[in-house]
């Protein structure tokens, strides 16, 4: 469900790409400093962990939450998952073999596009500095994944913010006028958004 719940939100292809089993996100600040999320049982299908449980008497503990269809991701998981299987068999497979697949792209983007920041970007005492025109060479979703990188090494409120202005832009030129948008609206994002905003569009120099 957490794939068809990014899908349905015009997600990319992390969000596309679904949970995976091992998260790392090397956030910045003393409160983190660097955090790995595992999931030992997310490629087990859940029948498989109930009959588990059933054969050896075990109780489950589980989350009311879940049982409630006022959360869409229960409404996806309870109708829309078995809709899916009823009119294709196998289609939950067949979503996860597109979820990895998915995964690997945006995993080989992120690559490039850390092979790009080390040459677009240059740390100047306590700024970020985004060299122009090696920025605009690379491919727009390089530069999105290029971005990405940059305000997710800086600390945790500001990816978070800024990660909502990326989804909703696809290249430098469309982040700057989500910005300028935004400013209109007295809804600033962060200081160090804005840095890193107004060096990708400017246009000239760094």
């Known amino acids: 469900e957490t794939v068809l719940l990014a899908l349905i939100r015009g997600a990319g292809l992390q969000g596309l790409g679904g949970m995976q089993a091992v998260d790392r996100f090397p956030l910045a600040g003393a409160a983190f400093g660097g955090m790995t999320l595992v999931r030992p049982l997310l490629e087990i299908k859940r ?8 054969q050896r008497r075990l109780r489950p503990r589980r989350d009311p939450s879940n049982a409630s269809s006022a959360h869409l991701r229960n409404r996806v998981r309870a109708e829309l998952v078995p809709l899916l299987e009823k009119l294709h068999p196998g289609a939950a497979d067949s ?11 945006s995993e080989f983007i992120d690559s490039v596009a850390a092979a790009g920041r080390e040459k677009a970007v240059r740390q100047d005492r306590e700024a970020l500095v985004v060299s122009s025109a090696s920025f605009r060479a690379l491919h ?5 994944a290029t971005l ?35 400013a ?6 962060p200081a160090s958004m804005q840095a890193i905003v107004w060096c990708a569009v400017r246009g000239t120099g760094e």
């Open 47 to 54: 029948t498989m962990i109930e009959d588990y449980l059933r």
């Open 95 to 105: 979503v996860w073999r597109a979820a990895a697949a998915l995964r690997e792209a």
């Open 184 to 189: 209109k609206r007295r809804r600033q994002p």
């Open 140 to 144: 727009s979703a390089v530069q999105v």
């Open 148 to 182: 990405r990188q940059i305000i997710a090494s800086q600390s945790l409120g500001d990816f978070v913010l800024a990660h909502a202005y990326l989804r909703q832009a696809r290249h430098a030129e469309a982040i700057g006028a989500h910005y300028r948008a935004a």
